[in-house]
């Protein structure tokens, strides 16, 4: 049994204002991520037919191309921030929780970066 008070206990454990920047972040790709994804749906949905040059002619238009990649973006960094969100909550130990994180987001960044280099090869021609 402990005579400090809670505030005395938590003195100097870390600012507790880290997190706000973070649940900031998540909920401004959660916005940006409404109009991109609906977007994304209606405008895969307007084709009749989903073949290889028709996905290739569409990501060539340059609005396309940006706006391909805002999507990404955001949604690559989005589900990084809730994956390290699940992971902090769920995962006792934390070494296996810092090697989660970190592996997380290096598999989450190379995805993303795999994703808008595809697109601006597509849109560039190389």
Do not use: C
């Not at 994804?37 to 209606?42: I, N, R, Y």
């Not at 960094?77 to 902090?88: P, S, T």
């Amino acid at each position: 049994m402990s005579l400090r008070s809670p505030l005395s206990q938590a003195r100097g454990l870390g600012s507790a204002k880290e997190g706000v920047g973070h649940w900031w972040m998540q909920r401004m790709t959660a916005i940006a991520l409404i109009p991109l994804s609906l977007w994304f749906v209606f405008s895969v949905a307007r084709f009749p037919l989903l073949d290889y040059a028709t996905m290739i002619a569409w990501i060539k238009s340059p609005l396309v191309a940006v706006a391909l990649v805002l999507y990404f973006a955001a949604m690559f960094y989005h589900a990084a921030l809730g994956v390290q969100v699940v992971i902090e909550d769920y995962v006792g130990n934390e070494g296996v929780k810092l090697v989660s994180i970190v592996l997380s987001k290096f598999a989450l960044f190379a995805f993303g970066a795999a994703a808008v280099f595809a697109v601006l090869k597509i849109a560039l021609g190389a």
